[in-house]
């Protein structure tokens, strides 16, 4: 149920701002009250979902502010990891970076041929660009900071996949070469270039996700 109503919420199925009433949601998803308000206080330990007094759950707001607030706080804490994670890692955590970015490029490579890709096709991208992130800082040896990457980036995912479905077919930066770089910073244990490639990397994508309209709310129709 969690994963469900997450997937709706972050491809705005579920929009900003949204009620999430339990009987609604009971016939939407066919779902007993039990896993939907466990589903929804996990949602919103995410902040995907927010409790307004009276009112009950909504599907948190969108804005600028708040995606730029989301970027600068990931910047911070995935620089930390990084940096602990390339003086510390073992040939474990580089071959898990290797690894992930090599199916990443294959997925790049795959949505890349097709002249329309599905929705499946863009999770896909997603679910590998999420591994290749995560194995970046996987040797940190910090359990805080990998959890709180984590939720960090949860919330941005939530603003990246319109970004990802506006902007198909309209590249404006090679992000795959902008992978590799970050990978062969960090393999080649050179900190300070690492960090700098991940914050450039970061900012950039709010760039595009900014342009894109990403944090813009759709219309509701009437």
């Known amino acids: 149920m969690y994963r469900r109503l997450r997937a709706d919420i972050v491809k705005g199925v579920l929009r900003p701002e949204q009620p999430l009433r339990l009987d609604a949601l009971k016939k939407t998803y066919a779902a007993g009250f039990s896993p939907l308000r466990e589903a929804l206080t996990r949602l919103q330990a995410e902040r995907l979902v927010t409790s307004v007094p ?36 073992d040939d474990g955590w580089e071959a898990g970076i290797v690894a992930s970015l090599h199916g990443l490029g294959k997925q790049v490579a795959r949505i890349a041929a097709l002249p329309d890709p599905a929705d499946e096709d863009q999770q896909a991208l ?31 995912e939530r603003y990246r996949f319109p970004s990802l479905s506006r902007g198909a077919g309209r590249p404006t930066r090679d992000v795959q070469a902008e992978h590799e770089a970050l990978a062969k910073a960090a393999l080649a244990r050179d900190a300070d270039r690492a960090a700098a490639l991940l914050d450039a990397h970061f900012r950039a994508t709010g760039e595009q996700m900014a342009q894109s309209g990403a944090a813009v709310p759709p219309r509701q129709s009437a």
């Not at 590998?128 to 980036?153: M, N, T, V």
């Open 54 to 89: 009276l009112k009950g759950f909504v599907v948190t707001p969108v804005s600028l502010d708040q995606m730029w607030d989301t970027i600068e706080t990931r910047i911070l804490i995935e620089t930390r990891a990084l940096r602990l994670a390339i003086a510390q890692g």
């Open 126 to 156: 997603e679910q590998r660009h999420h591994a290749f992130h995560r194995a970046l800082i996987a040797g940190c040896g910090s359990d805080w900071l990998l959890d709180l990457s984590e939720k960090l980036y949860i919330a941005a």
